[in-house]
């Protein structure tokens, strides 16, 4: 996979809130916002932005998905990093975009959006080589780290802010590489295996007894905790941004 | 709602059957983990290597093939070339006839289980005794292997013990040790009644033309140590430039399939017994077999041609883990079977289209794979190429409609305002049917459409 | 058209349109080589310790052979007729060694000793072709093989036990005794082919 390249310093930068954090997850997005700002970038959220059309990519229906990221394309105009609190988002536009491209005409102008596009945990660390994060969390959490972020940078990333970060403690779990169960329409085309992948990575978590799992993209905490709660048994679980911006507030360090 | 077959199968399975395959995979899993990590700093250079070197092969086996060919004739073995499974069948029916053989002894070999030789060979009165331990107890059974390397992952000792006693092999005794001694004996006279030996190949060298053959148990090495005739089966896929390309290869087959630096026996036959050697083959037949593999040659999925059939994907694969091997319908499961198996079906493509999305992309196998293969991305292209010929996918949404809307701004924020609906309309209600299958066992996060933007704007103005 | 005609003009169709072709890549031997398994000293010593992690067996001469073989209670056996006069003055008469093997009695010999052609220290393996083993049966049958491995014979490496291939037609590469993990996953020797592996060192 590619690898992250460092980025001079902070400056502007979009922020393509991804379609999960605009139908549920709006204080992820915020959180992304306000984390993004106290790295000292200047945010812009172009308002014509919608998805990275990878619902439709992994269906299989390729003209469909094309049409959502011709859309992205004309969205997110400029040169400015993109920044997306989802490993799984980035993954789509710096590698899935370009198979279902192959052979169209305005393929290099999805490359170019695509290397524009960095994860949120992966820009903070290895974009502006932030190494510790500030203020406090006084939590235990688990981290479950999503399979688009395979081969990347972004999870080693993650984990080594989350433990920097004053009184957070960070414990593993067991079969951390299994995926989630969640794959997009594999959660209801599946719904069996689905389920019981999400079960067993659930009964890993709690083994390790975390007071929340945290987890660098939605989808995978949207399953896991749709199922955790749908048995009675819910577990608190964030986002990355959503930790980094609390232990901001915690510190006092927010404006 | 109609749910997926490999989902059903997944339900289906028994809590026995699955408790096997799932702690036989991540066992099968961890192990090489272990070693490959212990044994090298950088496994996945190697990895890399080793599929730009099959990659290499799989796009010149225009100029290999026949070069191979040539070498295994120089070295005194006959080639054969079987365009289709029948004609596979076919080709190892001469051989035997030719030499009025009525006996076959054979290895495990995956293409044999393709091209249906046994039953092929029974119907055409050839005794055909399957010798790999494993797959002997599933010739016993009538029952078919559910992984590529661990034929029997799905069995526990009580069954087979069982099945033994059924067959004769004496009074019920479910002791591994044991069940493997009787089989030792009662296979070990019919390796000295047979006519002939029968293996696979691991691996085709071109420049040398070798044949090499990888077991652990010793059968194979039987089949060319008790019978006067070799035949081998080899997809037109097995071939590697040179000996030295082995070097990459065989330090990641047994590492990634079973966790060893080698396997016990690696076997390197470039024709028949050599004139001083009393033991083995008088003959020696190999039989290219394409089967379909020059149709997926010509296809944007050719990659897949490099696997090397370590069943590592099988091992790490979480749906593999879940719906065990027999959900798959095919001789190739897993992920390497999702995508190997509906391509070689060539027009009968749509019969198992439904093998490529029982995946959740996680990417796991492409991480264990010996040769790197991007088995992700080859299930992205067989999920277009099914959309494409209009095959239906129950249980997936389309996307026409979502595509238009998410490509018109002021509808999208529109939609996003109208879910709320959502929250007052209970599931069972809910026009969306993925939206109530999610439901079935999840449940769904509160609305919060236009919730974002509201507060970027009210941030703005201050 | 014949099958070799249709297979290899489909295979032709198939690769044509490839505009650039995947090359072969070239690379060094060492490339291959597991860095984190350590060499314990020369060729012979590590071949001997692998050998030993994979349940193989060596022995540094004939008297320790016949020492080996008679306390596992292996005292029937075959011996290669070019090897035996060199072994045969330390096997006592407790033993009954046949210089030919006889097929009809295969069950009678607990142990056969047939020449390698050589080994390899970085798996532990030993090499057999046919040129030096006198009967594959031989090598294979009895519950316990012998290998005779000449010491000169013992290449470090893997890539060079590859480049030693040679035109020998059945080359085999034995990398400790024969086994099967098909019963749940347990590890059991001695399968098909022998359950005890022992190389003997001349």
Redesign the interface.
């Known amino acids: 996979m590619r690898s992250s390249e460092p980025v001079a310093r902070a400056g502007r930068v979009q922020l393509m809130a991804t379609c999960l954090c605009d139908a549920f997850y709006d204080d992820v997005a915020a959180a992304t916002v306000q984390v993004l700002e106290h790295l000292g970038c200047e945010v812009e959220f172009p308002a014509g932005q919608t998805c990275c059309g990878q619902p439709a990519f992994n269906a299989g229906d390729w003209p469909a998905s094309r049409r959502v990221v011709r859309h992205a394309v004309r969205t997110f105009r400029g040169d400015a990093p993109i920044i997306v609190p989802s490993g799984s988002c980035a993954a789509m536009l710096f590698h899935g975009a370009l198979l279902e491209f192959e052979g169209e005409p305005d393929r290099p102008e999805v490359e170019a959006l695509g290397r524009r596009v960095r994860e949120l945990g992966d820009f903070i660390v290895n974009g502006l080589g932030v190494k510790s994060w500030p203020g406090r969390y006084e939590r235990t959490v688990a981290f479950h780290r999503s399979c688009h972020t395979r081969g990347t940078e972004s999870s080693p990333a993650a984990a080594a802010l989350l433990r920097s970060i004053q009184g957070l403690r960070l414990v593993d779990f067991e079969e951390g590489e299994q995926c989630c169960g969640f794959g997009g329409t594999f959660s209801v085309g599946f719904p069996n295996i689905s389920s019981s992948m999400g079960n067993l990575k659930l009964g890993h978590v709690r083994a390790a007894r975390p007071d929340a799992l945290v987890s660098g993209d939605m989808s995978c905490l949207m399953h896991l905790g749709g199922l955790a709660e749908k048995a009675g048994e819910p577990l608190p679980m964030f986002h990355l941004a959503q930790v980094l911006r609390d232990a901001l507030a915690n510190g006092g360090l927010l404006p | 709602m109609k749910f997926q077959p490999i989902d059903q199968a997944a339900a289906a399975l028994g809590a026995e059957k699955r408790a096997?395959v799932q702690?036989?995979s991540k066992?099968?899993h961890e192990k090489r983990t272990k070693l490959l990590?212990?044994?090298?700093?950088d496994p996945d250079?190697?990895r890399r290597?080793a599929g730009?070197?099959k990659?290499?092969a799989i796009?010149?086996?225009?100029s290999y093939?026949?070069a191979a060919e040539a070498r295994l004739l120089a070295?005194?073995a006959k080639v054969?070339?079987?365009?289709t499974a029948g004609?596979a069948c076919a080709?190892v029916l001469g051989i035997l006839r030719s030499r009025g053989a009525t006996k076959l002894v054979k290895a495990k070999t995956m293409v044999s289980e393709e091209i249906e030789l046994a039953a092929f060979l029974e119907k055409h009165g050839i005794e055909c005794l399957e010798?790999?331990?494993?797959e002997f107890?599933v010739q016993l059974d009538g029952d078919h292997p559910s992984h590529i390397i661990?034929?029997?992952l799905h069995k526990?000792?009580r069954q087979?013990a069982e099945s033994f006693e059924r067959h004769g092999l004496g009074t019920y005794d479910d002791t591994?040790?044991e069940?493997?001694?009787r089989?030792?004996r009662f296979?070990?006279h019919k390796?000295?009644e047979a006519d002939a030996g029968l293996t696979g190949a691991n691996f085709v060298v071109a420049e040398?033309g070798?044949i090499v053959v990888v077991t652990?148990?010793?059968?194979s090495?039987?089949c060319?140590?008790?019978t006067r005739c070799h035949i081998v089966l080899a997809g037109?896929e097995k071939i590697v430039?040179r000996?030295?390309d082995?070097?990459?290869l065989?330090?990641l087959l047994a590492r990634s399939g079973?966790a060893?630096?080698?396997?016990?026996?690696?076997?390197?036959?470039?024709?028949?017994?050599?004139p001083?050697?009393?033991?083995?083959p008088d003959e020696m037949h190999v039989i290219?077999v394409?089967n379909g593999r020059?149709?997926v040659?010509?296809g944007d999925c050719?990659d897949i041609l490099r696997c090397i059939r370590c069943g590592a994907c099988l091992n790490v694969c979480p749906v593999y883990r879940q719906a065990g091997g027999h959900a798959y319908r095919s001789v190739y499961p897993g992920p390497v079977g999702a995508v190997l198996s509906p391509l070689m079906l060539g027009g009968r493509f749509s019969e198992k289209a439904d093998l490529p999305k029982a995946s959740s992309l996680c990417g796991a196998c492409n991480e264990v794979c010996p040769v790197n293969i991007p088995i992700p991305d080859l299930l992205l292209r067989l999920r277009a190429r099914a959309q494409r010929e209009g095959i239906s996918s129950p249980g997936v949404p389309p996307f026409g409609a979502w595509s238009v809307l998410a490509s018109r701004p002021a509808a999208w924020r529109a939609a996003l305002i109208a879910g709320r609906a959502i929250d007052h309309i209970p599931t069972r209600l809910l026009p969306v049917p993925a939206l109530r299958a999610w439901e079935n066992t999840r449940t769904l996060p509160p609305w919060r459409g236009g919730e974002f933007r509201r507060w970027w704007e009210k941030r703005r103005k201050r | 058209m014949?099958?070799?005609e249709?297979?290899?003009s489909?295979?032709?169709?198939?690769?044509a349109p490839?505009g650039r072709?995947?090359?072969?890549?070239d690379?060094e031997?060492g490339?291959?080589l597991?860095?984190?398994?350590s060499a314990v000293g020369g060729p012979e010593e590590t071949f001997v310790e692998?050998l030993r992690s994979?349940n193989g067996e060596a022995v540094a001469g004939p008297a320790a052979l016949a020492v080996r073989l008679r306390a596992g209670g292996w005292t029937r056996g075959y011996c290669d007729p070019e090897l035996w006069p060199g072994l045969a003055p330390h096997f006592g008469p407790d033993f009954s060694v046949e210089t030919e093997f006889d097929?009809a009695r295969?069950?009678d010999y607990s142990f056969g000793i047939t020449r390698a052609a050589g080994a390899i220290a970085e798996?532990?393996?030993i090499i057999l072709d046919?040129?030096g083993?006198s009967?594959?049966?031989a090598a294979?049958?009895p519950w316990v093989h012998v290998a005779a491995v000449p010491r000169s014979r013992i290449f470090a490496t893997?890539?060079e036990g590859?480049?030693a291939?040679g035109?020998?037609?059945?080359?085999?590469?034995?990398?400790?005794?024969?086994?099967?993990?098909?019963?749940?996953?347990?590890l059991?020797e001695?399968?098909?082919?022998?359950g005890v592996q022992i190389a003997l060192l001349l």
């Open positions: 096997a702690a036989g066992a099968g990590f212990e044994h090298y700093s250079r190697l290597l730009e070197i990659q290499h796009e010149n086996l225009d093939l026949p070295n005194g054969h070339w079987a365009a004609d080709a010798t790999d331990l494993g107890i661990k034929p029997i526990n000792r087979i591994p040790e069940i493997t001694r089989a030792r296979l070990r390796y000295l040398s070798r652990n148990e010793g059968n090495r039987f060319l140590a008790a037109i430039p000996d030295r082995l070097g990459p065989l330090n079973t060893q630096q080698l396997t016990v026996y690696t076997e390197f036959i470039s024709g028949p017994r050599s001083s050697q009393p033991d083995g290219f394409d020059s149709e040659l010509a050719r | 014949t099958d070799r249709e297979v290899l489909r295979v032709r169709s198939a690769l490839l072709r995947e090359a072969l890549p690379f031997a490339l291959c597991p860095d984190g398994l692998r994979v097929l295969i069950d798996t532990g393996t046919d040129a083993t009967r594959r049966l294979l049958a893997l890539a590859l480049g291939l035109r020998d037609s059945n080359v085999i590469w034995v990398t400790g005794p024969s086994k099967t993990a098909d019963v749940e996953g347990i059991i001695g399968v098909h082919g022998p």
